[in-house]
């Protein structure tokens, strides 16, 4: 019952910051431009924003690191390359109206590099998007104190770990789990706290940063819209935009 419970407030938490992230996204290409989608898996969120942005396929630039998922994506004519966001960025200065990367800077090693590039890579005003899991959570923390590993920790890549109650999921039984893929797209390496990402941002050069937060747990669903705004530093999921 308990594991219900917050397997439904993270759906709903989900749910409202991939909402305002696409809406910012949208905003952000509104009068045109090139954007930078990392971490673009087979392409959906090309297929998504396309009509609602009026992206065209020549607008759209995606980066990532699976090869069968880039094959996939290039086989249906979406511009995807595949590289890995750890490394430098293979475009130039100054080329992309918005970058956005949800869910995905939790999953790179060296995610203070690849928001530099993300910075190098946008035109002046251009604005980078970007939706990852809080480290600094009372969730978390309760968890920790229990003895338990968090869902906003490092996933583990073993199956077996995967399935014991010391680590408490509250990501979909849909979740096809990749624990001994050679390419994991689950595996969380390094998760920012809300005070710390915004912090960073700032200090590498951007002119103007807005954090928003989702979810603060246990609150039930129907308080999180004031819990949020009151506390968005605690929350499980974070959404940031960067102007540069």
């Not at 203070?112 to 990852?132: A, I, N, P, S, Y």
């Not at 869902?151 to 999921?169: A, C, Q, R, Y």
């Not at 624990?179 to 990402?197: E, K, T, W």
């Not at 960073?200 to 039930?220: A, C, K, N, Q």
């Amino acid at each position: 019952m308990l594991r219900s419970y917050f397997k439904n407030l993270y759906q709903h938490t989900m749910d409202k910051a991939y909402g305002l992230a696409r809406e910012e996204i949208i905003s952000a290409l509104k009068d045109g431009g090139f954007c930078l989608d990392c971490g673009a898996n087979q392409g959906h969120w090309y297929e998504s924003l396309a009509p609602a942005a009026g992206l065209t396929r020549d607008q759209y630039f995606g980066i990532e690191w699976n090869k069968e998922l880039v094959a996939i994506a290039r086989n249906k004519g979406i511009n995807i390359q595949q590289g890995d966001l750890n490394d430098d960025l293979p475009h130039d200065d100054e080329k992309f109206t918005c970058i956005f990367a949800l869910s995905v800077l939790e999953h790179l090693l060296n995610g203070c590099h690849f928001l530099q590039e993300c910075h190098r890579t946008l035109k002046k005003d251009g604005k980078l998007v970007l939706l990852t899991p809080n480290i600094s959570t009372y969730f978390t923390a309760c968890l920790i104190l229990a003895g338990k590993m968090p869902s906003s920790g490092p996933h583990p890549d073993s199956e077996i770990l995967l399935n014991t109650e010391e680590i408490f999921k509250v990501s979909s039984d849909r979740l096809i789990s990749d624990a001994g893929s050679d390419y994991p797209v689950h595996r969380h390496l390094v998760v920012f706290s809300f005070r710390v990402l915004k912090k960073y941002l700032t200090m590498i050069g951007f002119s103007r940063v807005r954090g928003y937060g989702f979810g603060l747990y246990p609150l039930p669903n129907f308080l999180q819209p004031v819990a949020e705004k009151i506390d968005p530093y605690h929350c499980h999921q974070m959404v940031f935009i960067a102007t540069k």
